[in-house]
C-alpha cells in the first residue's frame, strides 16, 4: 500500500513540476496563458459546483492546465492572425493537442491516460463536429 501512495505521491509532485514549467513557458504568450489561467479557473468553479471527486478534479485542473501546450510551438503570427487563416494554417492550429501530448509523451512525464485522453480530444464536440474525432468522447473530454 505505501509503493502505491508513494507512486501517486510521485505523480501529483511530477504533474505539478509540469505546471509549473508550463506556466513560465506560457507567460511569454499572453494569449495562451490569459485562456490558460481563465480555463484553469473555470475548471476550479465547475468541479466544486459539480461536486466531483478529488481525484476527478486533479485530473481536471491538469488538463486544464495542459490543453493547449502544443500552441506554444504554433508560430505566433498565426495564433495572432487577425484575417481567416489559411487551410495550411489551421491544419497546423488543428495540431496543438498531437503537439502537446507528444511533448508530454517524450519528456516521459507522468501523465494519467485521462488526461492525455483529454488533451487529444479537447476540440471535439457532442455532435462530433470537432476535430479529432472520437466516437464516445470521456467525461473529462467533454468538460474541456
Known amino acids: 500500500?505505501?509503493?502505491?501512495?508513494?507512486?501517486?505521491?510521485?505523480?501529483?509532485?511530477?504533474?505539478?513540476?509540469?505546471?509549473?514549467?508550463?506556466?513560465k513557458k506560457i507567460s511569454v504568450r499572453s494569449e495562451i496563458e490569459q485562456h490558460t489561467r481563465y480555463l484553469f479557473s473555470f475548471a476550479e468553479a465547475l468541479s466544486k459546483l459539480m461536486?466531483?471527486?478529488?481525484?476527478?478534479?486533479?485530473?481536471?485542473?491538469?488538463?486544464?492546465?495542459?490543453?493547449?501546450?502544443g500552441k506554444?510551438?504554433?508560430?505566433?503570427?498565426?495564433?495572432?492572425?487577425?484575417?481567416?487563416?489559411?487551410s495550411s494554417e489551421f491544419n497546423m492550429v488543428k495540431l496543438h493537442p498531437v503537439i502537446g501530448l507528444r511533448t508530454i509523451e517524450a519528456a516521459g512525464l507522468l501523465v494519467p491516460q485521462e488526461v492525455k485522453i483529454a488533451i487529444h480530444h479537447h476540440h471535439e464536440t457532442p455532435d462530433g463536429s470537432g476535430y479529432y474525432f472520437i466516437e464516445n468522447p470521456t467525461f473529462l473530454s467533454r468538460l474541456l
Open 51 to 69: 461536486n466531483l471527486p478529488a481525484q476527478d478534479v486533479h485530473f481536471f485542473l491538469v488538463s486544464a492546465a495542459l490543453h493547449d501546450l
Open 1 to 23: 500500500m505505501k509503493t502505491r501512495v508513494d507512486l501517486r505521491e510521485k505523480i501529483y509532485r511530477e504533474q505539478l513540476h509540469i505546471l509549473e514549467q508550463f506556466l
Open 72 to 86: 506554444t510551438l504554433v508560430p505566433e503570427r498565426i495564433l495572432q492572425k487577425k484575417s481567416s487563416l489559411t
